[in-house]
């Protein structure tokens, strides 16, 4: 069982690249029961957990914040992803590494993505009060994410598990 952690907050201990703030995060998944790896629509059998922006009304996202200077990048996207999401899990292989403007602000950033296969979901995470998840199937988080960065990184995750078979028999619930 995870404990419930609180949140760090503050920008002291940020990664930096070349000026650019660096974030990591994951798409949490899981796939539905009784979908086998044989189906024709992996992404509708492929369930995601997208989650509320901080702001109301500025759409769905994958959970992501600042890996720190006293983290691993697998620790940081797990840590962001609980403090975010609520779900703890099983980290896999990085999607990639994107370079992306802010739609708050002028500031680019560089921002890492890893899939988690969800094994725990907490009753109680630290950002529960100011966002809401959601499961969804894959297409209809391409439809609801506000970032093409994290569009991309579920891309690469549905290409990744239909390249990979013999890992959605060992997936399905």
């Not at 650019?20 to 994951?26: D, E, F, I, L, S």
């Not at 959970?63 to 200077?69: A, F, I, S, V």
Request: charged share 30%; net charge neutral.
């Amino acid at each position: 069982m995870v404990a419930i952690a609180i949140a760090r907050s503050g920008r002291d201990l940020q990664r930096y690249n070349g000026g650019q703030r660096v974030v990591v995060g994951c798409i949490p998944y899981r796939l539905k029961g009784g979908i086998k790896a044989s189906s024709n629509n992996l992404e509708d059998a492929l369930e995601v957990l997208v989650i509320s922006a901080q702001r109301k009304g500025k759409g769905m996202l994958f959970p992501k914040g600042g890996w720190e200077l006293d983290e691993d990048i697998k620790a940081a996207a797990l840590r962001e992803t609980i403090e975010e999401a609520g779900v703890s899990g099983t980290i896999e292989g990085e999607l990639g590494r994107w370079c992306f403007k802010s739609k708050g602000n002028d500031a680019y950033y560089e921002g890492h993505m890893f899939p988690l296969l969800v094994k725990e979901q907490l009753d109680q995470w630290p950002e529960k009060a100011i966002r809401q998840r959601y499961w969804v199937s894959a297409s209809k988080a391409k439809e609801s994410c506000q970032y093409s960065w994290m569009r991309e990184a579920l891309d690469l995750l549905v290409t990744r598990l239909e390249s990979a078979p013999t890992k959605l028999d060992e997936l399905t619930v």
